[in-house]
């Protein structure tokens, strides 16, 4: 557990007192694991001491209800030397400052829906002995992937489906992309593909709901889309994600939490598995 972060929120202290309420109340629903609250009358403040990624969403979706709020994030991984910093205001992120890379084992996601809610890329991924390994959705293909490589000259594998094949290369260079379907397909070893399925299932809980699901199971989703008038599609952003995370951007929806560093790795699934679907 080397990742440590921090998040301080200041501001009005009745309004900290209700923020700390609401925060509280969805740190507890995302299960989002142990913390110590150092708090004082002027300010709020959260300490974690993490495996995985620090957790945002709740923070994120607490300060849209109060604006007025300042929400500081500092995360420090003494291990690889790297930390960050970065600012959240009425939901957005206002600042960001990263020395180095993402931290390894942190999970970044990428999402684009459309204005109606349709998904158009879903993708979450974190660095794993060495790659960037992950899981990736559009409107009617999902995959898993591994990046390799730097933002000069990398290397794209993906799967055909959630098989533990990688079906597909692309070789990426400065200038552009050359791609191979594989024949015959290369097997994913057990330790990665369990690695791979992690990622998928997490992200497929937080983000992603189907319409093959029983009805048990999507009634409360069926229900606010009916509301909000999005058609049901074969794979689904959560309405809650759509309603409350996603920011409007150039007449769709959209989320970022990758650092600035390593948007490229994003960029690159943009550019050759959808592009390519």
């Not at 809610?117 to 898993?144: K, M, N, P, S």
């Not at 990758?258 to 960029?267: I, P, R, T």
Request: proline letters at 4%.
């Amino acid at each position: 557990m080397s990742l440590v972060a921090t998040i301080t929120v200041r501001g009005d202290p009745q309004l900290l007192r209700d923020y700390r309420g609401e925060v509280n109340r969805l740190l507890d629903e995302e299960a989002s694991g142990a913390f110590r609250e150092l708090h004082t009358p002027e300010r709020l403040e959260y300490e974690f001491r993490l495996r995985g990624g620090i957790p945002f969403p709740p923070f994120v979706l607490a300060s849209q209800a109060y604006p007025d709020l300042t929400v500081e994030v500092r995360w420090s991984e003494a291990a690889l030397g790297r930390s960050g910093r970065a600012i959240i205001k009425n939901g957005v992120l206002a600042e960001q400052d990263d020395e180095g890379h993402t931290p390894r084992g942190e999970i970044s996601h990428r999402v684009r829906a459309r204005a109606d809610g349709g998904i158009e890329l879903g993708l979450t991924c974190a660095r794993w002995r060495d790659a960037w390994h992950g899981y990736v959705i559009g409107a009617d293909q999902h995959a898993f992937f591994r990046v390799a490589g730097s933002a000069a000259s990398c290397e794209l594998l993906a799967s055909d489906g959630v098989e533990g094949e990688w079906a597909e290369r692309w070789s990426a260079v400065a200038g552009g992309e050359d791609y191979t379907e594989l024949a015959p397909r290369e097997a994913i070893s057990q330790d990665e593909l369990r690695e791979l399925d992690r990622l998928a299932q997490e992200f497929s809980r937080e983000w992603i709901w189907f319409d093959e699901s029983p009805p048990e199971e999507t009634a409360v989703e069926r229900q606010r889309f009916a509301v909000y008038g999005y058609p049901v599609q074969a794979a689904n952003l959560r309405s809650e994600k759509l309603r409350k995370v996603l920011r409007p951007e150039g007449g769709g929806l959209a989320f970022d939490s990758f650092g600035k560093d390593d948007l490229w790795v994003a960029e690159l699934l943009r550019r050759c598995w959808l592009r390519a679907k």
